[in-house]
């Protein structure tokens, strides 16, 4: 899988908390790498047992390791046959408490699937709590926006601007 993460490892760390930042921003890097590698094994290690997911891939709602496990396993299957997949992030936002924080994203997905060409935008969002002194995402929820009068996922929308 192809990789474009200069823009998480460069990026100046502005919140007041620097090093809960510093933490975040890593276990972002590392877990985005982990999905390029499709190790699912690694991905898993970054979710409390508790996790509660709003994953793209139904259900509605996923809640536990055990659940969420299976719907990365199923995207993985899914496009096992995929040509040059590549996975982007963009404007990760990042906001640390002391033992709570937040992180928003722009996911660019792009490459071949089931022999077509695919490219989508999709939205991220990661919360996180210390557990036993380690941050671990307690929910997260990727999404696209739909059409309301045809009731479609909007998969070709695009950044407007201002990505980096």
Known sequence: MEMHTPE??????????????????KIINDFHAAVLARNVDKIMSFY???????????????????????????AFEDSKEDKNPGYDLHNLNITVGDDVAFCYELNHCFGTHNGE????????????????GKWLIVHE????????ESGTGLMDLKPENNLH
């Open 8 to 25: 998480l490892e460069q990026k100046k760390v502005t919140s007041s908390n620097y090093e809960a930042e510093k933490e975040i921003r």
């Open 48 to 74: 409390s047992t508790d996790i509660v997911a709003f994953d793209m891939i139904p259900p509605l709602q996923y809640t536990g390791k055990a659940a969420y496990r299976k719907s990365w396993e199923k």
């Open 117 to 132: 060409q695919m490219d989508m935008w999709m939205r991220g969002t990661h919360c996180f709590k210390k557990i036993n």
């Open 141 to 148: 929820q990727f999404s696209i926006p739909v059409d309301f």
